[in-house]
């Protein structure tokens, strides 16, 4: 319902660059232990905004590594990570920590909101730290997904999916330049997931927010522009505007590689 149509034709290679250039890796590798094998081999990817992208493939492919390292979460081994256009391997600690809660936005699997505050109170967090409370924007938040009348309610009062409801409007609350999501319907039923995913495309579609998506369901990757596929570390295959039948498919094949 909020699939954008249209071309986005060369999205990971050569979307628009500068000041439209969310995120970018050039050269991106991690390996954990000296001489042992890369969780991630030499990646290049360039994400526009405006984008949604899904990274699957089999456990231990190198999907956590991924987002981790372009989080600013993890240093690469080698490469270059730019968030807006900010090189975040040039940034000292309390930059990076910085830059972590202004411009990228988190949602877990487990959504990670504080028991003990209000609603309103874990979406306005991330502007609380930095030191910039804006109630007006806490509130449009939480009209946003939905919520606009639960903000005095305590975490444990809503459901499931409307705590991942929270946590996507927290996560949006700086307006960041990406917000990267772990599986963020693993822990939902298809009805409720389904809700999930249609606030993450709303996100990008009406607000421009570009959006990296790790997840293992191919109903939830069919939500995305495109989705990349890792095997050992290395991309297996990319699918624009991919389908749930088309992305079992090929996650049937990397799993049967890998077996
Ligand atoms: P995925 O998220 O796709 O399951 P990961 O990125 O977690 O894959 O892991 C990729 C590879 O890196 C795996 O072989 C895993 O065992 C290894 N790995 C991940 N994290 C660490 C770590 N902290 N120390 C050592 N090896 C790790």
């Given at each position: ?159 499931g999916g409307q705590q991942q ?45 570009t959006v990296v998506m790790v ?41 049967g590689a890998s077996a």
């Amino acid at each position: 319902m909020f699939r954008r149509q249209g071309s986005v034709a060369g999205t990971l290679e050569s979307g628009p660059s500068g000041a439209t250039e969310a995120l970018s890796l050039e050269g991106v590798t991690r390996t954990y232990r000296r001489g042992g094998p890369a969780a991630l081999a030499p990646l290049r990817l360039t994400l526009p905004r405006g984008r949604f992208l899904a990274v699957m493939g089999p456990s231990g492919s190198g999907k956590s590594t991924l987002l981790q390292c372009a989080a600013g979460l993890d240093r690469p081994s080698a490469g270059t990570v730019r968030i807006g256009g900010v090189d975040i391997g040039s940034l000292k600690e309390a930059a990076l920590t910085r830059l972590r809660r202004e411009r990228v936005g988190f949602v877990f699997q487990a959504h990670n909101l504080v028991p003990s505050l209000s609603v309103a109170e874990n979406v306005a967090l991330p502007l609380l730290l930095g030191g910039e409370p804006d109630d007006d924007r806490v509130a449009l938040g939480l009209a946003e997904v939905g919520l606009g009348d639960r903000g005095n309610d305590r975490p444990a009062e809503l459901s499931g999916g409307q705590q991942q409801r929270v946590a996507i409007a927290r996560a949006l609350v700086t307006r960041p330049e990406v917000v990267f999501a772990d599986e963020p319907t693993g822990a939902l039923d298809p009805v409720t997931a389904h809700g999930v995913l249609a606030l993450l495309r709303q996100a990008v579609d009406q607000d421009g927010h570009t959006v990296v998506m790790v997840t293992h369901d191919p109903a939830a990757a069919a939500w995305a522009d495109e989705a990349l596929f890792l095997a050992d570390g290395h991309v297996a295959n990319r699918l624009l505007q991919p389908d749930s039948e088309q992305v079992h498919g090929i996650m049937r094949n990397l799993k049967g590689a890998s077996a």
